[in-house]
Each structure stands twice: as C-alpha cells, then as structure tokens.
C-alpha cells in the first residue's frame, strides 16, 4: 500500500509495505529441459560448488531449485554462490516447502550476504545486491538431499533487472561502496518502482535504516511498525537532504512473516538526485 502527501518541513510519506517471500518459499522445478540447465544438477544429491558463478534471470532466483550451468567468474555472471550447506537435523524430515526451511534459509544465507560482501546490516539492506536461495529439485529432496545454496544476485524481485558481477562480489561493500552497487529509483512515484543502481539517473535513494527490534523480541504489529518507519525517516531523511524547507521520503517497511524470518529493519528512502 502507498499514501503520500507534502508539507513544509514534513514532506512526502510515501509508505510501501514490502514482502519477502520470494526469499522464503516459490513454486515449480527446473526440468532437464532447460536448455541452461546442466543434466549433472538437476537431481543432484551433491552440495552444489562453493564459488560457483551463473548468469541468472529474475525469473530464475524465484524459483526453489535451479540447475543453471555455471560459468567461469571471469565471464559475465549475475550470480555467485558463496554459501552452501547441509540443513541441521531437526529440519530433514519437514516438507519440500515448509515455511520453517525457508526461515532458515533466510537467517543463514542473510547473515553468510553480509560478512561476506563486507556490509553491516544496515547497509546489505540499502544495496542492490541480494541473494536468492536454492534447495534440492523435488526428486532429489525425496531421495534424501537436503542442502541448500547461497547465490549473491546483482539484483532481485523489485529491480528492474539483474546486473553483472564482478569476478569476485567478496568484499564489495567494504569501504566507501560504489555507486554502481547502491539502490536508488528513477521513477517520480516511489510505490511500485523497481530499483536501479545510483550510478544511473535517478530520483530516489535509499539513505539509512531503522532497527524495529531485537532478535527475540516479539513482532510489534503492522501499525507500530509501519508508524516508527514513517517518524523515523521522516527526521533521518530530513536530516540527510540538509534540513531543505521542503522534501519527499518514502520508507519500506515488512510485514510479521519477514519478522519471523529475522527481518528487523524498515529502509528509508530520499527524494533526491544526488
């Protein structure tokens, strides 16, 4: 949902209330049909390679297993896995799709993104890079595999498309990041928009984050949580924009479901093209 309106000093909430469930859970199976996909990994029982890089679509990170072929990380890729692992044993007897796995998966491959690119929480949240997470096809699931994938995207669900990788994203965001790896909007309306790297024309940033909780408190409700979103990044971008007369901010913020995955931040966004 969106709402937004402009005033002196207390300019444009634009509120954009976000899921996260192409990270927690999709449907359908790639095929040895597929003419990327490798025979050797469709049903793979195997922990797939640690490094590995693919030049993946939008499409495909939605998708709970993948079998695309690698390429070598010299080639242009979008994506490279950088975590792979067995599920603990209290989840190997749940189901292909059980809501539990993909909380899981979202804890690990989440926590595994941001040590490996060199980001604080904060920051892997206001960057274009993501991550998408693969589990065994459905066959191999049922023959007993029981890995998971970690696949750092240049991209994800609300960009416009993915971008290549370096030969390596390890280390990326250390530093000052590039902002060829920033999230930014070109669309005027924030709701609805697909996001950008800021090294192209844009009108939106995405500037700061606010921490709703810790990891074993209790979820606050959509209404808390969505008004300390808005109060927040009201002061947080006004601050940033300099204390202009007038200015627009927008914030994302996630629903129960993303916290139980262990989701606690709202994003803030500024109108600006800087």
């Known amino acids: 949902m969106a709402r937004s309106r402009r005033t002196t000093w207390r300019s444009g909430a ?11 859970g999709a449907c359908g199976t790639p095929t040895q049909a597929d003419p990327d996909a490798d025979p050797d990994q469709v049903d793979a029982v195997e922990t797939p390679e640690l490094g ?76 274009i890079l993501s991550w998408a997470w693969f589990r065994p096809s459905e066959k191999a699931w049922d023959d007993g595999a029981r890995w998971y994938r970690c696949d750092v995207v240049g991209g994800g669900e609300q960009s416009a498309t993915l971008v290549p990788l370096p030969e390596t994203a390890e280390g ?53 949580s969505e008004v300390q979103s808005r109060d927040f990044c009201s002061k947080s971008v006004l601050a940033f924009l300099n204390y202009p007369v ?19 931040r709202s994003v803030c966004w500024a109108r600006t093209s800087d």
């Open 14 to 24: 634009i509120v954009v209330a976000a899921t996260l469930t192409v990270l927690l």
């Open 246 to 264: 007038e200015y627009d901010f927008a914030y994302t913020w996630f629903h129960e479901s993303e916290w139980n995955a262990g989701n606690r």
């Open 52 to 127: 590995a890089c693919r030049l993946l679509t939008l499409e495909e990170i939605s998708a709970p297993s993948n079998a695309t072929r690698t390429v070598d990380c010299g080639q242009k890729h979008t994506a490279q896995t950088y975590a792979v692992g067995e599920l603990p044993d209290e989840l190997r007897e749940s189901a292909y799709d059980a809501p539990e796995v993909g909380e899981f998966a979202y804890r690990t491959c989440n926590t595994k993104l941001s040590a490996f690119l060199g980001a604080d929480e904060s920051l892997a949240m206001r960057t």
């Open 172 to 224: 990326l965001l250390q530093g000052r990041p590039d902002d060829a790896w920033m999230a930014c909007v070109a669309e005027p309306a924030f709701a609805g928009s697909k996001k950008i790297p800021c090294d192209q024309d844009h009108q939106w940033r995405a500037v700061t984050t606010i921490k709703l909780g810790e990891a074993t408190d209790p979820y606050p409700g959509d209404r808390l």
